[in-house]
Structures are given as C-alpha cells and as structure tokens.
C-alpha cells in the first residue's frame, strides 16, 4: 500500500532496464493519491506506458490531485501509451481531479494521452480529462471503453475520445 498526501511525484523516467513502466510510479496493488501533483515523468520504452502512473493490478484512488505533462513514450518505434495513466488491470477511480498536458507519443502508435485503459475500470467523478496529446494516434484524452456508466460531472477536453462517456449523461 503507498498513500500520498499533499505529494509531488516529478522529474522521473522508466526505461528500457525498468521495463519502461510507470515513470512516476507504478501500481501492483493499493495506492492512493491526495491532493497531490504527479507532472514532468517519462516512460521510455519500446512500449512506453503509464508516464504519470502505470496500473497493472489492484486499486487506485486519486483525489484532488493533478496529472499533468507526463510523456508514455519511444521515439523510435512501437507504442506509447497512456501519457498521464496506463490502466492493464484493477480499478482507477478518480475524483475532482485533472489529467491534463500529458502525451502518449511514438513513432508507430500512440493512444490514449491521458488514459489508456486496456483491461481495467476507470471511474471518473468531477474530474477533468483535457489538452492531452496521442501523436500520431487515436484518443489524445481517453482510449478504451471500460469506463464505468455511473461516472458523473467530467469535463472530457475532445469529446471524441472521450472513453464511451456520453456528454450530458456522465
């Protein structure tokens, strides 16, 4: 279990010999997030994921707290996704939060620049997702569609992307 308050989680990058997951932190468990910044992290790999956070198993909450300018990246080739966070597994629950300014960035596929959910629940709740980036790719706020139906009160930037989340209902 970590719990963060009142944290900031910058400046740091996984690579190639750390597996390229989670440049700020990455999740196999518990974690939660309080009025906390997590900004300016990379995950450089042949598949870059999770530049803020990368969740493989277990629960996440994030409250009041901002994920911004984080980069899942590899500039040469294969994927970077989820700038901000990468969702493989568990559930990510977020509440009057912001993920903005993040970028899943590659050569061949980026997705998801805020989200990338691929295989776990995400619910949102008064949050934020905007001005993220998934160059050149699909879903620069969210990429995936298991977001919880209950979530409620987002303001999603490119509602395009926006995960399944229907403007006016969540």
Do not use: C, W
Not at 105 to 113: L, Q
Not at 117 to 134: C, P, R, W
Not at 162 to 167: D, S
Request: charged residues 10%.
């Amino acid at each position: 279990r970590l719990t963060l308050i009142n944290s900031t989680v910058t400046g740091n990058t996984a690579d190639e010999i750390f597996g390229g997951t989670g440049g700020g932190i990455t999740n196999r468990g518990t974690l939660n997030v309080f009025n906390s910044t997590i900004s300016g992290n990379l995950a450089s790999t042949r598949n870059g994921t999770g530049g803020g956070i990368a969740v493989q198993q277990g629960a996440v909450l994030i409250v009041n707290s901002t994920i911004s300018g984080n980069m899942a990246s590899n500039g040469a080739s294969y994927k970077g996704y989820g700038g901000g966070i990468s969702v493989d597994g568990g559930t990510v629950t977020l509440l009057n939060s912001t993920i903005a300014a993040n970028t899943g960035n590659t050569m061949e596929t980026g997705s998801g620049g805020g989200i990338d959910n691929d295989g776990g629940m995400v619910v949102l709740h008064n949050t934020i997702v905007a001005g993220n980036e998934s160059v050149p790719g699909t879903a620069k706020e969210i990429f995936g569609s298991n977001l919880d139906g209950n979530s409620s009160y987002n303001l999603i930037g490119d509602t395009g992307s926006a995960g399944g989340l229907i403007n006016g209902n969540n």
